[in-house]
């Protein structure tokens, strides 16, 4: 957490300051959707059914989790899925290609970015990258006619490509921060931004407090079985860790999320936070005396091409009630 974000959840002397600034972005952000809306700024529409998954807060939510699970809900209902992402890359300044591009489970997380990478890399349907999606999502359409529903991850304030499905994920514990818009808080559009979106999900808690009359779902992360990094046919289980001296590291927007979870499993690590999306070197993995190094599996994309063999990575899967695919499905076929 960087020292701006601490500020993001209390109000603090520095907000004198950030206050102004935050009424402007808000002015700025609201006439933006509003030409959207008014027809002023142009809008795409595709000729499947596009499903957005987002939030209304900077940093990790559980997005990624969710667009995997729902991938897999649709296929396994019959549909054909393809996930589009704008990409983002640390290690290049941010820069995400212009022109669409497939991510292929053996790129470099250099080029596409960390949660593509590893979107990919489950293999459940096609994952292209581009900064404008609606142009992404036609040239994946064009690549593959069989696909019949777009899944747009991180794409809530994307609103050059029209959507049928908005889900908005939201922190369960971290929720939204102290209310401010940014850069005075977490806030990318306002709490009443939920009132209109068609279901909500939550990472880590049955409720949120908010006026909306939006279907709320509970989600947890599921995971508890490692894989080596370097072989990853061989598994291991908590409990094979136990009494092992054991750092663990994770560049996610929450990193406290996941040393809670190895914690939950029994295991007592040395953790390590990174800035979300930190474009790993060799030097940030090597810790004296490490009898195993845990790590998120948006770490081990970066990490793998330096990776020692001590090195494991925690698998997570989103779990959400069957009403919630459910009521997703229902949507897209009206």
Same mark, same amino acid.
């Given at each position: 957490?960087?020292?701006?974000?601490?500020?993001?959840y209390?109000?603090? @002397?520095?907000? %004198?300051?950030?206050?102004?600034l935050s009424?402007?972005?808000a002015? %700025?952000?609201?006439?933006?959707?509003? %030409?959207?809306?008014?027809?002023?700024?142009?809008?795409?529409?595709?000729?499947?059914?596009?499903?957005?998954?987002?939030?209304?807060?900077?940093?990790?939510? #559980?997005?990624?989790?969710?667009?995997?699970?729902?991938? /897999?809900?649709?296929?396994?209902? #019959?549909?054909? @899925?393809?996930?589009?992402?704008r990409?983002?890359?640390?290690?290049?300044?941010g /820069?995400?290609?212009?022109?669409?591009?497939?991510?292929? =489970?053996?790129?470099?997380?250099?080029i596409? #970015?960390?949660? =593509?990478?590893?979107?990919?890399?489950?293999r459940?349907? =096609?994952?292209w990258?581009?900064?404008?999606?609606? $142009?992404?999502?036609?040239?994946?359409?064009?690549?593959?006619?069989?696909?019949?529903?777009?899944?747009?991850?991180?794409?809530?304030?994307?609103?050059?490509?029209?959507?049928?499905v908005?889900?908005?994920?939201?922190?369960?514990?971290?929720k939204?921060?102290?209310?401010?818009?940014?850069?005075?808080?977490?806030?990318?559009?306002?709490?009443?931004?939920?009132?209109?979106?068609? $279901?909500?999900?939550?990472?880590?808690?049955?409720?949120?407090?908010?006026?909306?009359?939006t279907?709320?779902?509970? *989600?947890?992360?599921?995971?508890?079985?490692?894989?080596?990094l370097?072989? =990853?046919?061989t598994?291991?289980?908590? #409990?094979?860790?136990?009494?092992?001296? %054991?750092?663990?590291?994770?560049?996610?927007?929450?990193p406290?999320?996941?040393?809670?979870?190895?914690?939950? *499993?029994?295991?007592?690590?040395?953790?390590?936070?990174?800035?979300?999306?930190?474009?790993?070197?060799?030097?940030?993995?090597?810790?004296?005396?490490?009898d195993?190094?845990? *790590?998120?599996?948006?770490d081990?994309?970066?990490?793998?091409?330096?990776?020692?063999?001590?090195c494991?990575?925690l698998?997570?899967?989103?779990?959400?009630a069957?009403?919630?695919? /459910?009521?997703? *499905?229902?949507?897209?076929?009206?």
């Amino acid at each position: 957490m960087n020292w701006l974000e601490r500020h993001w959840y209390r109000i603090t @002397p520095l907000h %004198l300051l950030l206050w102004p600034l935050s009424l402007l972005f808000a002015l %700025l952000a609201g006439l933006r959707c509003a %030409l959207y809306r008014s027809g002023v700024l142009s809008s795409s529409r595709l000729p499947v059914p596009v499903i957005v998954i987002g939030n209304i807060s900077v940093g990790g939510t #559980g997005k990624t989790p969710v667009t995997l699970w729902l991938a /897999q809900q649709l296929q396994s209902a #019959g549909w054909h @899925p393809a996930i589009i992402s704008r990409g983002y890359n640390k290690s290049r300044s941010g /820069q995400t290609p212009s022109t669409p591009r497939a991510v292929s =489970p053996h790129d470099s997380a250099d080029i596409t #970015g960390d949660e =593509p990478l590893l979107m990919a890399q489950r293999r459940i349907c =096609p994952v292209w990258i581009g900064r404008d999606r609606a $142009a992404t999502a036609q040239a994946l359409l064009q690549a593959h006619p069989e696909c019949n529903v777009i899944l747009s991850d991180d794409g809530l304030q994307h609103y050059r490509l029209q959507r049928d499905v908005e889900i908005a994920v939201v922190d369960g514990n971290r929720k939204f921060g102290n209310g401010l818009r940014l850069p005075a808080g977490p806030l990318r559009e306002p709490v009443a931004r939920l009132k209109q979106v068609d $279901a909500i999900v939550v990472n880590g808690a049955a409720q949120i407090s908010t006026a909306a009359a939006t279907p709320v779902f509970a *989600m947890h992360l599921e995971g508890n079985q490692f894989y080596n990094l370097l072989n =990853p046919a061989t598994t291991r289980a908590a #409990g094979a860790f136990a009494g092992q001296r %054991l750092h663990a590291l994770a560049g996610i927007g929450h990193p406290q999320r996941f040393f809670a979870h190895l914690e939950q *499993m029994g295991l007592s690590v040395e953790p390590h936070a990174f800035p979300d999306h930190h474009a790993y070197r060799p030097e940030d993995i090597r810790f004296d005396a490490a009898d195993a190094i845990l *790590m998120t599996e948006k770490d081990a994309v970066k990490c793998a091409a330096f990776a020692s063999a001590n090195c494991w990575v925690l698998r997570v899967d989103a779990r959400l009630a069957p009403a919630a695919a /459910q009521l997703i *499905m229902e949507k897209i076929k009206r």
